[in-house]
T-cell receptor, first 113, second 116 residues
Framework: NAGVTQTPKFRVLKTGQSMTLLCAQD?????MYWYRQDPGMGLRLIHY???????AKGEVPDGYNVSRLKKQNFLLGLESAAPSQTSVYFC????????????FGSGTRLTVV | AQSVTQLGSHVSVSEGALVLLRCNYS??????LFWYVQYPNQGLQLLLK??????LVKGINGFEAEFKKSETSFHLTKPSAHMSDAAEYFC??????????????FGQGTRLTINP
């Protein structure tokens, strides 16, 4: 099992550019999440999805959009990147809420210059 | 709403010594509590979880944590530290199965260093 796969692993963007981060899971999980990790701040929830075709805002959604057109994929988009979006982005999935814990991807390190 | 406070952003212990990482939580509903570990340049791995069964929870790699409702704490311990335990540890809380409260809220993390 691959678990949760994130692509790309690294990316450098110029301010104002756009990009999409892809998260794919092969565990048939209903719930998927996007977090960002910044030094000293732990992980903060950007957006999440409780099922195919549904998305919801998390703690820090501004500047990001998401889509979940297929159950196994959860895309995170940056329409106009800003230096404040320099971070490590983690995708996670769970079968049903948090009782079983999350399975995390290995992360995408994004730098906006 | 839920929140987590991890006391100490950096903990350093000697190899073979007791490891104690502190976590206090706040939750308006019966919580689920988790500890995750992150090794350098990797994602987070689940160490252990509390989901309202036994208050003393055993996890992987010899770690355990005790849920203390009266103290709103969920501290992580390991009797004897090993060099391979060096990593960053995150405590997290959720609102259990309460609708709309199933998202994990993470603490800021504690970096554990093991001295030879």
């Amino acid at each position: 099992n691959a678990g949760v796969t994130q692509t790309p692993k690294f990316r450098v963007l110029k301010t104002g550019q756009s990009m999409t981060l892809l998260c794919a899971q092969d565990m048939n999980h209903e719930y998927m999440y996007w977090y960002r990790q910044d030094p000293g701040m732990g992980l903060r929830l950007i957006h999440y999805s409780v099922g195919e075709g549904t998305t919801a805002k998390g703690e820090v959604p501004d500047g990001y959009n998401v889509s979940r057109l297929k159950k196994q994929n959860f895309l995170l988009g940056l329409e106009s990147a800003a230096p404040s979006q320099t971070s490590v982005y983690f995708c996670a999935s769970s079968y049903h809420g948090t009782g079983s814990g999350y399975t995390f991807g290995s992360g995408t390190r994004l730098t906006v210059v | 709403a839920q929140s987590v406070t991890q006391l100490g952003s950096h903990v350093s212990v000697s190899e073979g010594a007791l490891v104690l990482l502190r976590c206090n939580y706040s939750s308006s509903v019966p919580p689920y509590l988790f500890w995750y570990v992150q090794y350098p340049n990797q994602g987070l791995q689940l160490l252990l979880k509390y989901t309202s069964a036994a208050t003393l929870v055993k996890g992987i790699n010899g770690f355990e944590a005790e849920f203390k409702k009266s103290e709103t704490s969920f501290h992580l311990t390991k009797p004897s530290a090993h060099m391979s335990d060096a990593a960053e540890y995150f405590c997290a809380v959720s609102g259990g199965m309460v609708q709309g409260a199933q998202k994990l809220v993470f603490g800021q993390g504690t970096r554990l260093t093991i001295n030879p």
